[in-house]
Structures are given as C-alpha cells and as structure tokens.
C-alpha cells in the first residue's frame, strides 16, 4: 500500500547535474522526514541528505555544497537536485520515509532506487 517511486537517474557526465524524484503515496507524507540514501555495487548504504517536516536539511560530508534535498508537501512528492557529479557519486539512489513519535519508531519505507552513473 505504501510506495515510494523514484525517477530520474541516468547516465550523465562528470561536472554534469542531475535532479532525482520521488513520489509517495499512502503515507501522511508531510509528516514524515524523507531521505535520499545511495549505494554502489558492493558497497553499504550511505545517507546522502535527509529533510525534516520542518524543512530542515542534512548532508553527507561527501556531497554538502553540491547536493540539494528538497520537499513539495502539495505533491508528495521530495527532490535531490545533483550538481558538479562526480564518478564517485555513480550508485542506485534510494527514497526513504521515516516516522517516530518521541523514541518509538512508526513507519520505515524505502523505494526500489534509480541508477545514477557518472562517467565520461
């Protein structure tokens, strides 16, 4: 029932921007704090940018001045635009949604990703 579906992803080379979607629906999406997680073959999931109901952003080390996560609430919709790509950012991009009420954790969905690759 839950479903997260994110669009986007593609070839692209390095210096080039990218902009990821994801779209969800039977959440409450506005109260939820989405994220953008990423991993390459071979290799653990990794945090990219988390954005709160607030409005209130995250960054990995790694991508902080070229990432930017966003939200439409309107829409259900969150974005992760992509500038100065790197071949190191080359991973399948996940959309996360994350709900808790005080320590209790309430709801954790993920999407199925959607293949980013940098390279010339």
């Known amino acids: 029932q839950v479903q997260l579906v994110e669009s986007g992803g593609g070839l692209v080379q390095p210096g080039g921007s990218l902009r990821l979607s994801c779209a969800a629906s039977?959440?409450?999406?506005?109260?939820?704090?989405m994220g953008w997680y990423r991993q390459a073959p071979g290799s653990q999931r990794e945090l990219v940018a988390t954005i709160t109901r607030g409005g209130d952003t995250t960054y990995a080390v790694s991508v902080r001045g070229r990432f930017t996560i966003s939200r439409d609430n309107a829409k259900n919709t969150v974005f992760l635009q992509m500038d100065s790509l790197k071949p190191e950012d080359t991973a399948a991009y996940y959309c996360n949604a994350a709900s808790r009420w005080a320590t209790v954790k309430l709801g954790d969905y993920w999407g199925q990703g959607t293949q980013v690759t940098v390279s010339s």
């Open positions: 039977g959440i409450s999406f506005s109260t939820y704090t």
